[in-house]
């Protein structure tokens, strides 16, 4: 997802380098009312109303939207398969461009991790509530992909126990907010499944 905040900001910089107009009178948005702006992520800069509904404009055209969807799909098909995976970066896409709070989010984010606080805003209300089919044998297939076909039990086994522990939402989550933990948590797992 760092591809996102990427091209955001190249959109961002052509958009106020090129299509700023002499300092107006708009109002700057309130990044306390208006972005879920974690505490340790201080605004880089102040966004008029003007700015954001040039984003906005940047933001919705087919070029970004097929980017954000190709990068999206490409990042998320080892966990959500390649066809759940391009339904929910489309979502995420259509999501992202109507919500001021998290676009405000992206444009005024000054540190590299900032996309990964809030990021998961972005995909959680495309996510499916259950680990589905499609989802399992991407995983196995990426994981004997990876470890080779004498492990595909191993693989099945710690599917399974993936999904006894999380749920679709709260592993995504987990890779936003913590992925090091998470990988370790899985390690944890293949590990247990290794040894029955």
Do not use: H
């Amino acid at each position: 997802m760092k591809f996102v905040q990427v091209a955001f900001f190249s959109l961002l910089a052509v958009s106020l380098v090129f299509g700023q107009k002499a300092p107006t009178k708009a109002a700057p948005i309130d990044p306390k009312a208006s972005a879920p702006t974690p505490a340790t992520t201080m605004p880089a800069f102040e966004i008029t109303e003007e700015d954001m509904a040039m984003i906005r404009m940047l933001l919705n055209n087919e070029m970004f939207k097929n980017s954000f969807a190709e990068q999206c799909t490409a990042e998320s098909a080892t966990l959500l398969g390649a066809e759940q995976a391009a339904k929910s970066c489309n979502c995420a896409y259509d999501g992202l461009i109507k919500n001021d709070k998290l676009l405000y989010a992206l444009a005024t984010t000054d540190n590299d991790d900032g996309f990964d606080k809030w990021g998961f805003d972005v995909i959680e209300p495309c996510l499916p509530e259950k680990f589905t089919a499609e989802m399992g044998k991407a995983f196995v297939n990426q994981c004997v992909a990876e470890s080779g076909e004498a492990a595909r039990s191993v693989c099945e086994c710690t599917y399974k126990e993936i999904t006894k522990k999380y749920t679709v939402k709260s592993l995504v989550k987990s890779a936003f907010e913590n992925p090091e933990k998470m990988q370790m948590d899985l390690v944890m797992i293949a590990g247990g499944c290794a040894l029955k």
